[in-house]
């Protein structure tokens, strides 16, 4: 399992081994599709970057909406890990979640 961290350094949630995205109470939030992420309901959110964060270019024209996915069972929770440094973000870029 991948953990995803706001550029404050807080854990949000991860990805499962097969690119879902849980929040860190288990709650599907979405699917990851080539470092492309996609809400739950198809929506798209952002890259992934440096594979601990998902960020949103402000300037650039996103990805028309995908077909909604069926919600996957709940995960095995994972112990949360502890929060980690804040990053500086790209020029344009912030947040999806």
């Known amino acids: 399992m991948n953990p995803i961290f706001r550029s404050n ?14 929040s860190r109470d288990g709650e599907y939030l979405g699917w990851v599709e080539d470092d ?9 959110r952002g890259q992934l970057w440096n594979n601990r964060y998902i960020i949103l270019n402000k300037f650039a024209v996103s990805p028309i909406p995908r077909t909604p996915r069926l919600a ?11 929060n980690i440094p804040a990053v500086a973000l790209p020029t344009g870029w912030s947040d999806a979640f």
């Open 9 to 22: 350094g807080i854990y949000i949630g991860f990805i499962s081994s097969d690119g879902i995205l849980f």
């Open 36 to 44: 492309f992420v996609w809400d739950s309901k198809g929506k798209f």
């Open 72 to 82: 996957p069972l709940n995960p095995i929770i994972p112990p949360p890990p502890v």
